[in-house]
């Protein structure tokens, strides 16, 4: 199923939902996250949307999280998933183990755990490939594109609640 077509069926009306971009601005593509949550925040302005860009402590960002009580989770961040740079998919909560994150403070299995457990919503990882998660404060422009579609995706769902 394309993104957009899974966000239109995960995403309905009258839903609060959060997204939260991770991710270090100064590791290259593993900036992907925080591009996604400044871009879509310039296009979207909603009362049942919550935008947090997580950086690379997004577990500082749970009791926000927990308060704003949505019904469903996004969080977006660059990940090794095998596919074409800048290419998104989402990584099911039992896969997410097998992959691959570079900076973290806490493992993200653990933060999704605890996020379903005490926000009782649905958890939605979906990760962007990579090209180079070096220092650097460059995007790839593959991964740049590749968010950009990824927040054109989000935009299309979500101005329909």
């Known amino acids: ?29 593993d900036a992907a996250g925080m591009y996604f949550i400044e871009l879509l925040g310039n296009l979207v302005k909603k009362e049942n949307v919550l ?8 577990e500082n960002f749970t009791g926000v999280i927990k308060s704003f009580a949505p019904d469903t989770l996004f969080i977006v961040d660059a990940a090794y998933i095998g596919l074409l740079p800048g290419e998104a998919k989402v990584v099911p909560a039992a896969d997410i183990s097998g992959v691959s994150f570079s900076t973290h ?57």
């Open 51 to 58: 935008l947090l860009a997580g950086s690379t402590a997004p």
């Open 1 to 29: 199923m394309e993104m957009r077509d899974f966000l239109q069926t995960i995403i309905q009306p009258g839903q609060k939902i959060a997204v939260l971009g991770i991710g270090s601005t100064l590791r290259s593509d």
């Open 105 to 161: 403070m806490l493992p993200l299995p653990v933060m999704l755990k605890y996020l379903e457990a005490e926000v009782h919503c649905n958890v939605i990882f979906i990760g962007i490939q990579p090209k180079c998660t070096e220092q650097g404060l460059i995007m790839s422009d593959e991964v740049k594109k590749g968010t950009e579609r990824l927040v054109e995706d989000f935009y299309h769902a979500i101005i329909r609640i």
